[in-house]
């Protein structure tokens, strides 16, 4: 079975920046792209960003400039750098993996819950 750890997450004021890390477990994972996502209550489940395995990436609008992924193959493990947080950012973020675009893992973590307030 496939694992997935998400953490990071907190209260922050509007303009502060956090770092989340997703480390993925139980499988081999070198060939697909990585991501995060979020889900804001009342609101369906959104990409925000994406890394490939030959280290392309692509984000949201809404995020765009303001929001970094990396990863580190050896730790298993995918960050997610956001910097001048807003309100609207406040959801709980989620990782996956994916290959060409369709999810590997069907069961989403607990996901690691980002507040911020103005």
């Known amino acids: 079975q496939v694992n997935l750890v998400e953490s990071g997450g907190g209260l922050v004021q509007a303009g502060g920046s956090l770092r989340l890390s997703c480390e993925f477990s139980g499988g081999r994972f070198s060939i697909h792209a990585k991501g995060w996502y979020r889900q804001a209550p009342g609101k369906q489940r959104e990409l925000v960003a994406r890394i490939t395995p030959i280290g392309v990436t692509n984000y949201a609008d809404s995020v765009k400039g303001r929001f970094t992924i990396s990863r580190d193959n050896a730790k298993n493990t995918v960050y997610l750098r956001m910097n001048s947080l807003k309100p609207e950012d406040t959801a709980v973020y989620y990782c996956?993996?994916?290959?060409?675009?369709?999810?590997?893992?069907?069961?989403w973590g607990q996901g690691t819950q980002v507040t911020v307030s103005s």
């Open positions: 996956n993996a994916d290959r060409f675009g369709e999810l590997s893992i069907s069961d």
